[in-house]
């Protein structure tokens, strides 16, 4: 598979034989004699992604004690927050999943998404140190969790949309998804639609990522 749409989404050049370990499940690996498999990258990329948060959320946030530090943390490297920034630059399908994996759909399931972004990571500094790797995590990660709130639509925005348009004793939300390009290089267009209107729209390379990105705009309209 070439790789270099992937490696333009993520900014960054990893080296290939790196890159395809990282993306290499170990369902893929087992029906294929075993080969290795991308889950020493992941231990490696967990621990620079918890550096690089750690650095981040400390520096940010210098009135918070020692636990609140800890629970800010924890939900930043949250698998589905990881999940949420894999599903930005539509990391799934470039998995290397086993039969199986892929006939249950694991190139959407959370923990593979998360497992896999965090390879790419290690991948990442392996490749070229730890300027590469921060570059992914600033970038993809960060972005989404400047506050609480934020944080908490990041992983579950349609959940959080629901609650406040009942509060609000309005309808629940309906996504009109719309997609553009071929299939290896789709980008999907979502709109949600609240009693008739469209509230807001968002965009990403799965229909998932873009139906995240309209919950989250739609939430702001809401609440502006």
Do not use: C, W
């Not at 949250?78 to 894999?86: D, G």
């Not at 972004?117 to 992914?136: D, M």
Request: net charge negative; glycine share 10%; hydrophobic share 40%.
């Amino acid at each position: 598979m070439n790789y270099a749409s992937l490696t333009q989404r993520l900014g960054i050049t990893i080296e290939a034989d790196l890159l395809e370990l990282a993306l290499t499940h170990s369902s893929y690996a087992y029906e294929n004699g075993k080969i290795p498999n991308n889950e020493r990258l992941e231990f490696l990329g967990d621990s620079v992604l918890g550096f690089v948060v750690t650095g981040h959320v400390y520096l940010e946030n210098p009135d918070l004690d020692e636990g609140s530090l800890s629970r800010l943390r924890s939900a930043t490297v949250s698998a589905k927050t990881l999940a949420v920034a894999a599903d930005q630059i539509g990391l799934g399908e470039f998995i290397r999943l086993g039969k199986g994996e892929l006939a249950t759909g694991g190139q959407t399931k959370t923990n593979i998404l998360a497992d896999t972004f965090e390879a790419i990571i290690g991948a990442a500094f392996l490749s070229g140190g730890l300027a590469p790797a921060k570059h992914i995590i600033d970038s993809l990660v960060l972005p989404l969790l400047s506050s609480e709130d934020e944080r908490l639509e990041t992983s579950e925005p349609r959940t959080v949309l629901s609650e406040l348009l009942k509060s609000l004793g309005k309808s629940d939300a309906t996504f009109e998804v719309t997609h553009e390009g071929p299939d290896h290089d789709r980008t999907f267009f979502a709109k949600v639609i609240v009693d008739g209107e469209a509230v807001a729209s968002g965009s990403g390379r799965t229909r998932k990522a873009a139906e995240a990105q309209a919950a989250i705009g739609s939430l702001k309209t809401l609440r502006g």
